[in-house]
């Protein structure tokens, strides 16, 4: 036997890794680095509220400080170590103290309709020992990184790296969100930062805390943060937009999808007139102009603005995605091999993050830049069997493969002019004073037959503030490339 105070301070056990997965799963959910800020006081915090707990009381020896037997090489297996380490350990001492009603579980558990999922949760139950959907409250929402993806132990909010959070901190925070929580947590199991939102738009942020951290220990931090969330875990947001919590300080860009001068004009392919031609499902009837009905077959999408086709492409064959949400397809484009993107209409804002960043690209250089696709055209769905509705963009084809399956085969040289490359196009999108938030292994491509690197992807592409404009190195190259980048990286795989 043990107290439950002498457990809570033993830091956690090692995990025993080998291989897996080669990149983090990104959510589409993000939040302005502008809206996240320190919480100073959070250490007295969590010491504060242990101060409240008698954790004296006994508890069977667990989980003795030796290096786990489960192989852990994906975020199914992490989550899985991290319940039985960190959420076991964590209720098993909360048991014998006042707090014997919180455990932790699944958020289906107490709310089986949630649409946004979290990995795990802090719930209270009124009877610790019948776990009743109808008397259960959630207390706070958790959400699970790989440690070899995501490195969390460098993004402090209190510096500029506060950057890299928010993708991930942007989807805890939806979590939150759609709970009416003021409480969450994000976790690689090595590192773990405590969220606590003040206000609708302040979120305030732990320091990272390491799996050996002392005083307080891990185990601690969520025995703490348990009683912070018990004690008052709600936020009720009055007279919010959440559209404002993706808005960075510099944010402006034109959203419109129509194709006129100052944009990109699409080109009419052929003559002839089809009218009145009907759209796809739950759309209103449309003009399809200056289109030939000869060219036009059941893999043809219809592109335009306003309800009128202009153009079209011709669906050659799946690349990625989802038909009900977002897709990236081989096309044929007035007789060329090409890449179209195509988004539902729920989905509008990330096209036109995409196509805002590449109206800049093409105005700085209409002829294109040798590590980016250059647009073609894009605009609305005005009708396709292929993608029902929505919008599309098209880019010329680029030769390569995803930089994530093959990094391993690329000999050193290779990789230092990938390095080389990827830098330059980062200095591309910092004189927009722009960075791209979800850059990695995934959103590279490169031609092992032309030794050329091209960045693609630019939905998460945000705004920088004036003091990062000239940071070359962050986010996009540590997020590419790991977190020391250089030569002797680079050679060493």
């Not at 199991?189 to 979120?203: D, G, H, P, Q, W």
Request: hydrophobic residues 40%.
């Amino acid at each position: 036997m043990e107290t439950a105070g002498d457990l809570l301070a033993r830091p956690l056990p090692a995990l025993e890794f080998v291989g897996g997965t080669q990149h983090a799963s990104i959510s589409k959910e993000w939040i302005s680095a502008r809206f996240l800020h320190e919480w100073k006081s959070f250490e007295n915090d969590i010491r504060s509220a242990l101060g409240q707990l008698d954790l004296s009381g006994s508890v069977s020896y667990t989980h003795p400080p030796e290096p786990d037997r489960f192989v852990v090489a994906n975020e199914l297996g992490l989550t899985s170590r991290f319940n039985h380490h960190v959420c076991d350990a964590v209720a098993k001492a909360l048991a014998v103290t006042g707090l014997h009603n919180v455990r932790f579980g699944d958020v289906q558990a107490v709310r089986p309709g949630l649409t946004e999922v979290p990995d795990v949760v802090a719930l209270y139950s009124a009877d610790p020992t019948i776990v009743s959907r109808e008397e259960c409250k959630l207390l706070s929402v958790g959400e699970l990184k790989t440690w070899w993806t995501v490195s969390l132990e460098t993004c402090r909010v209190n510096t500029t790296e506060k950057r890299d959070l928010e993708h991930p901190i942007g989807q805890l925070v939806s979590y939150m969100r759609s709970s009416s929580l003021k409480y969450g947590f994000l976790s690689t199991y090595k590192t773990s930062i405590f969220v606590r939102r003040t206000a609708n738009c302040r979120f305030e942020l732990s320091l990272p805390r390491n799996q050996n951290s002392v005083n307080p220990s891990i185990r601690e931090c969520f025995a703490g943060f348990c009683a912070l969330a018990a004690a008052d875990g709600t936020f009720e947001e009055s007279d919010f937009n959440p559209a404002v919590l993706r808005i960075s300080s510099l944010s402006g860009r034109q959203a419109s999808t129509r194709l006129s001068p100052g944009r990109l004009h699409t080109s009419s392919v052929a003559t002839g007139l089809i009218s009145n031609t009907p759209v796809g499902q739950g759309s209103s009837e449309s003009h399809v102009s200056a289109l030939s009905s000869l060219e036009i077959g059941p893999r043809s999408i219809l592109i335009g603005s306003d309800g009128v086709a202009s153009s079209f492409v011709t669906a050659k064959r799946l690349l990625s995605g989802t038909f009900s949400t977002q897709v990236v397809l081989e096309v044929d484009w007035n007789g060329r091999k090409a890449i179209a993107k195509c988004w539902c209409p729920d989905y509008h804002d990330y096209f036109a993050q995409e196509a805002y960043v590449y109206n800049k690209l093409r105005r700085a250089k209409p002829q294109g830049f040798s590590f980016f696709p250059s647009v073609l055209e894009y605009g609305e769905i005005i009708c396709s069997s292929v993608f029902a509705e929505g919008y599309i963009m098209v880019t010329t084809f680029v030769e390569g493969e995803p930089l994530a399956s093959i990094w391993n085969e690329i000999d050193a040289t290779d990789k230092q002019g990938i390095l080389l490359q990827c830098r330059r196009a980062v200095a591309v999108l910092r004189s927009f004073r722009l960075y791209q938030s979800d850059a990695g292994k995934h959103n590279v491509l490169y031609s092992r037959r032309t030794k050329q690197t091209t960045m693609i992807d630019f939905e998460s592409t945000h705004d920088c503030d004036v003091e990062e404009v000239d940071d070359l190195d962050a986010p996009e190259l540590r997020m590419i490339f790991g977190q020391r980048f250089g030569a002797e990286l680079i050679a060493g795989g």
